[in-house]
């Protein structure tokens, strides 16, 4: 079955830096990546999603990035902001399967 | 608010107890997934349900069982309950089953087992 590997476990940034957490997965018939917020006791929601066609995705401040070659996708956001404060969830689906599988999240601490 | 509800919010049991866990979809999505969180294992997926039957099973101990009713809600049933059950468990659903679709998460359950 699919594998996802995030790094980093941890990352603790200046209000104003920017931010960058990379995946790996490790079947190559995965095409859909989304990426899911989880701020302290609340669900996951969806932030920002990439589907293999295409390399790169931007909405305002986030942005995501995917290598089909090797393999990663990574989520990138600027100007961070102290709300920006959550952990993050990177996932992959399958072709033709609509369950996802996550990696294990990275904790990101905004410093004001 | 995802649109995707479950409840109770907050469950607590002994070892060995019987619990049921509901969801109700978004109006209109058809396929409903169930995932256990624990501080080590991440999002882990238990099992989906497309339009009543079940579509994918994950990580989901002989001990659990779900399904989901002809309204389109769910439940989650996990019997002779161990410490290490205790976690938040989700559910989410999307319209379809295709791989292309949003998946939306329902606010949780937090399950302790003492």
């Known amino acids: 079955g699919e594998n996802v590997e995030q790094h980093p476990s941890t990352l603790s940034v200046q209000e104003g830096d920017s931010a960058v957490i990379k995946c790996t997965y490790s079947?190559?018939?995965?095409?859909?990546f989304p990426w899911y917020k989880q701020e302290l006791g609340k669900r996951p929601q969806l932030i920002i999603d990439i589907r293999s066609n295409v390399g790169e995705k931007k909405d305002q401040r986030i942005a995501v990035t995917l290598n089909k070659t090797a393999k990663h996708f990574s989520l990138h956001i600027t100007e961070t902001q102290p709300e920006d404060s959550a952990v993050y969830f990177c996932?992959?689906?399958?072709?033709?399967?609509?369950?996802?599988?996550f990696g294990k999240g990275t904790m990101l601490l905004v410093s004001p | 608010d995802s649109g995707v509800t479950q409840t109770p919010k907050h469950l607590i049991t002994a070892t060995g107890q019987r619990v049921t866990l509901r969801c109700s979809p978004r109006s209109g999505d058809l396929s409903v997934y169930w995932y256990q969180q624990s501080l080590d294992q991440g999002l882990q997926f238990l099992i989906q349900?497309?339009?009543?039957?079940?579509?994918a099973k994950g990580n989901i101990l002989e001990r659990f069982s779900a399904q989901q009713f002809p309204d389109l809600h769910s439940e989650l049933n996990l019997s002779s309950l161990e410490l290490g059950d205790s976690a938040l468990y989700f559910c989410?659903?999307?319209?379809?089953?295709?791989?292309?679709?949003?998946?939306?998460f329902g606010p949780g359950t937090r399950l302790l087992v003492l």
């Open positions: 079947d190559s018939a995965s095409n859909y």
């Open positions: 349900y497309y339009n009543g039957e079940e579509r």
């Open positions: 989410a659903s999307s319209v379809g089953s295709s791989g292309k679709e949003t998946q939306y």
């Open positions: 996932a992959a689906s399958i072709i033709g399967y609509s369950t996802l599988t």
